[in-house]
């Protein structure tokens, strides 16, 4: 992905940081047991000759001809990459970046200052599609003084 994509932004006269436009979405998506089979790290000779789960490379290759950001973010150690980014090739994967080494274990909790949406993959890829759910979050600056949290 390339900046010019990004809209410059500021608030209270100082730069922050930019933000991408509302139709465009940053996926982080990862990979064993979301785009392949399931493979520990302890076991990277399996790696080469992964599974890949259906309709997971027409999906991510759509969003990507759409316009959207690719990013696959995996556990898998930098050790990895290079296995990693030849499978990737090999069944014809279109992506803008690839991050080794997230933590492991699920359970995961993102924070961060821009808007957040996430999904678990439940074995089938598709569009997606608009559910409301309830989430933990933070309380605003309102709800903080009015509720003395």
């Known amino acids: 992905m390339s ?19 509302e139709n465009i979405k940053n996926f982080l998506i990862d990979i064993d047991g979301t785009i392949c089979e399931d493979i520990p790290n302890e076991e990277p000779e399996r790696m080469v000759i992964a599974e890949l789960y259906p309709d ?3 999906q991510c290759n759509k969003w990507h001809d759409e316009g959207q950001i690719i990013t696959f973010f995996t556990a898998r150690i930098e050790e990895h990459r290079e296995v990693t980014e030849k499978w990737l090739n090999k069944h014809g994967f279109k992506y803008h970046g690839l991050l080794m080494g997230k933590p492991r274990g699920g359970n995961y909790f993102l924070l961060d200052n821009h808007l957040t949406r996430a999904c678990r993959f439940k074995g089938v890829w598709g569009d997606l599609v608009k559910r409301t759910v309830e ?3 933070f309380p605003t600056k309102e709800e903080k003084i009015n509720n003395n949290l």
Do not use: C, F, T
């Open 3 to 21: 900046d010019k994509n990004l809209i410059e932004k500021s608030e209270d006269g100082k730069h922050v940081s930019p933000l991408l436009p």
């Open 56 to 58: 997971a490379l027409k």
């Open 135 to 137: 989430i933990e979050d």
